[in-house]
């Protein structure tokens, strides 16, 4: 019997592709081989945002399918996409298993598909192949999503996914309050997508029956609520970057290193760490008010502005920024974040709260300022706020703008009540404990890795 082979699929986002990435490169340090499987559109950028010494092409087999889209067409539409995806993915997935027994010495033994891409699981039950469903995001956003068919029977939602009373609701008495108008598919600010996505939620509800497990990117330690309400769900998180074995995890756009060296240079504990993930789009109003915000702290910051977020307008309007904020701060296109958020330099994370980055700021002990945007972030920054209590959210004006003055008064809070900074460090030793010999994390990833090899 060859080695076993595990065809990996995320969903073609960037919070996506990074955790099953580095979920891929840590199979590979067990001795698996990996094809790891991205649309077309999503491999190119990949490609291109690799750095030189980058090695994770020898690590994993990178290959790509089509997604259904024509090549100009807006992939932030996540409605279309997963329309197009379901349309025209299934097929391409299912002859590429096919090919891969033809011409490889070893054939896929098991799929591991993102769950939003729960169609794979499917392909994998009609060829016979192991399925496992990943999925990237908390534990208590999946069980509200299997708690879908009780919602709509309880007259919470309509079978559409309408939100049909607003107060809040719990799923278990021992997880937090959930407001309807935040569940992640009512507050995507669009009613087509949201009806696309709610569908797509109702058909993963499906799919997932056919996995033979489901794994989560997690730790019992932050979700325990949520994990003994569905306890088929297996948390095997944090899921972080190995540095040592892959340079990159799925990068869509080139990491800049600089900003490490310029950390060097910063006084322990002292920087403001800026960043709102690979979706989020500011008005230059919002993004104004910001920069005043972080100049008024008088505190050294670094900035992530991504380069798909600067229109010409906005560009000339940042070079105004930038001269105004002088060496104080630093603005870069993309980070190596979690190298960033583990460097000692860094005393809080601004962010918009999406999974990803509240499991690396949780994971390096790092307290939060809470600006999110939609989907999950609002019950991220839940967690964040009112359950773990390592951070403080940031509350809008009258005229639904953040302040400078609200900025400037939540840092100072947040870095002068040294009681965040003690939780966040409680939280950091408890995730990573998770992580280490007979933590919860540690014996699903082992029992997980030994089921695959049989
Ligand atoms: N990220 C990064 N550099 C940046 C900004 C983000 O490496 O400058 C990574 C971050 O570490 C995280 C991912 O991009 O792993 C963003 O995922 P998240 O779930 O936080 O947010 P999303 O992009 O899905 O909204």
């Excluded at 107060?167 to 009512?186: G, R, Y």
């Excluded at 997932?208 to 569905?230: G, H, M």
């Excluded at 630093?330 to 980055?357: D, E, I, K, Y």
């Excluded at 947040?414 to 003690?422: A, G, I, M, R, S």
Aim: with cysteine; charged share 20%.
């Amino acid at each position: 019997m060859g080695i076993p082979h595990i065809l990996a699929i995320p969903y073609p986002v960037q919070g996506h592709v990074i955790p099953l990435m580095e979920l891929s490169l840590q199979l590979v340090k067990h001795g698996f081989k990996v094809t790891f499987v991205n649309t077309e559109f999503i491999h190119k950028r990949v490609l291109s945002a690799l750095s030189k010494e980058d090695n994770v092409g020898e690590l994993i087999n990178l290959v790509s399918i089509p997604d259904g889209m024509e090549p100009w067409e807006d992939r932030s539409d996540l409605g279309k996409l997963s329309e197009d995806i379901f349309r025209v993915m299934p097929g391409e997935l299912e002859k590429l298993v096919k090919d891969i027994k033809r011409t490889d010495d070893n054939e896929i033994t098991c799929i591991i598909a993102d769950e939003n891409m729960g169609w794979a699981l499917a392909v994998a039950e009609r060829l016979k192949i192991k399925s496992v469903a990943f999925w990237p995001a908390s534990a208590a956003l999946l069980a509200l999503i299997f708690s879908i068919p009780n919602l709509i029977q309880d007259g919470v939602l309509d079978s559409d996914g309408t939100i049909l009373r607003s107060e809040t609701i719990t799923l278990t008495s021992k997880m937090p309050a959930m407001n309807p108008n935040q569940f992640s598919w009512a507050s995507l600010g669009n009613s087509n997508t949201e009806r696309i996505i709610f569908n797509l939620l109702g058909e993963t509800n499906r799919t997932v029956k056919l996995a033979d497990r489901i794994i989560c990117n997690t730790s019992y330690e932050l979700e325990p609520a949520a994990l003994d309400f569905f306890p088929e769900i297996l948390p095997i998180g944090p899921l972080l970057a190995d540095h040592q074995l892959g340079k990159s995890s799925g990068y869509f756009w080139p990491a800049d290193t600089s900003c490490l060296t310029w950390l060097d240079q910063q006084p322990d504990q002292s920087v403001i760490y800026v960043a709102f993930g690979s979706f989020t789009i500011f008005d230059q109003k919002q993004f104004g008010e910001l920069a005043l915000g972080l100049e008024v702290t008088k505190r050294p910051f670094l900035w992530v502005v991504r380069p798909d977020t600067m229109d010409e307008k906005s560009e000339v309007f940042l070079k105004v920024v930038i001269a105004r904020i002088g060496k104080r701060g630093r603005m870069v296109g993309w980070t190596p974040q979690q190298a960033v958020l583990n460097h000692p330099s860094v005393g809080c994370f601004l962010s918009h709260c999406g999974w990803n980055s509240t499991m690396e700021g949780v994971s390096n002990g790092v307290p939060f300022l809470c600006w999110p945007y939609f989907a999950d972030q609002f019950l991220n920054q839940t967690y964040i706020c009112d359950v773990w209590k390592v951070g403080l959210g940031l509350d809008k004006d009258e005229t639904g703008i953040i302040t400078r003055g609200e900025i400037m008064k939540k840092v100072e809070k947040l870095l002068n009540d040294k009681v965040f900074k003690e939780r966040a460090l409680i939280h950091q030793e408890m995730v990573i404990s998770g992580t280490q010999y007979n933590g919860c994390s540690n014996k699903n990833m082992i029992n997980f890795i030994e089921w695959m090899e049989m």
